[in-house]
């Protein structure tokens, strides 16, 4: 049973466009939410986290927003550019039960175009 | 400024061989997390130890799987009498505390012939 998910493989926008990657969850508890950069044979790279004690964190190009009533959150990259091109891990976390575990979704393949 | 370091970074084994995956955490990191990717799917956790100690080790097949964290040295996966199903990357993450964000390492990625 999968408690986070990101319903979209993959995705492609054209470079300077905006891309919108989204996440569902399942699990009430959850209270920290996060967003990995993963190229091909590398580790995950952070990106972005939230807390659910906030509803948007901006960091430059890369904006995260929460909707905890709709159990959901989206990544927003604007302006995208072709070095935006990854697989884009959601994860969460919640401190019910657990002990700093992180909850992976299955990634959606982001290609931007030049 | 070290990331987290992990190796090898490749490892071939064959079934019944014993694997030993390594992890040193970032600087000033006292927390480590082992994570497992299988072709397709996304990082699923296995155990998060401190220093000499395992915390939570809920994600941790029952048998052949075992971690540790000693006070010198990196942290180790050792994976007994390894399987075909074991083939997978393992990914190592730390965090200066629990709750602040886990960076993670390149990964070893484990294939079993």
């Known amino acids: 049973d999968q408690q986070v998910k990101q319903n979209s493989p993959s995705l492609s926008v054209q470079e300077g466009r905006i891309s919108i990657l989204n996440c569902d969850y399942t699990?009430?508890?959850?209270?920290?939410f996060l967003w990995y950069k993963k190229y091909p044979a590398e580790g995950p790279t952070f990106l972005i986290s939230i807390s659910s004690i906030k509803d948007k964190n901006e960091d430059g190009r890369f904006t995260v927003f929460l909707n905890k009533s709709a159990k959901h959150l989206s990544l927003h990259i604007v302006p995208s550019q072709p070095g935006d091109s990854a697989v884009y891990f959601c994860a969460a976390s919640g401190t019910e039960g657990s002990q700093g575990n992180l909850i992976f979704g299955k990634g959606t393949k982001l290609s931007v175009k030049p | 400024n070290a990331g987290v370091m992990q190796n090898p970074r490749h490892l071939v084994r064959r079934r019944g061989q014993e694997a030993r995956l390594r992890c040193s955490p970032m600087k000033g990191h006292s927390h480590v997390y082992w994570y497992r990717q299988l072709p397709e799917e996304g990082l699923k956790f296995m155990v998060y130890?401190?220093?000499?100690?395992?915390?939570?080790e809920s994600g941790m097949p029952k048998e052949r799987f075992s971690a540790e964290f000693p006070k010198e040295g990196p942290s180790i996966l050792r994976i007994q009498q390894v399987v075909r199903g074991d083939s997978a990357a393992y990914f190592c993450?730390?965090?200066?505390?629990?709750?602040?964000?886990?960076?993670f390492g390149p990964g070893t990625r484990l294939l079993v012939l």
């Open positions: 993450a730390s965090s200066p505390q629990l709750g602040e964000t886990q960076y």
């Open positions: 699990n009430s508890m959850f209270d920290y």
């Open positions: 130890l401190q220093k000499e100690n395992i915390i939570d």
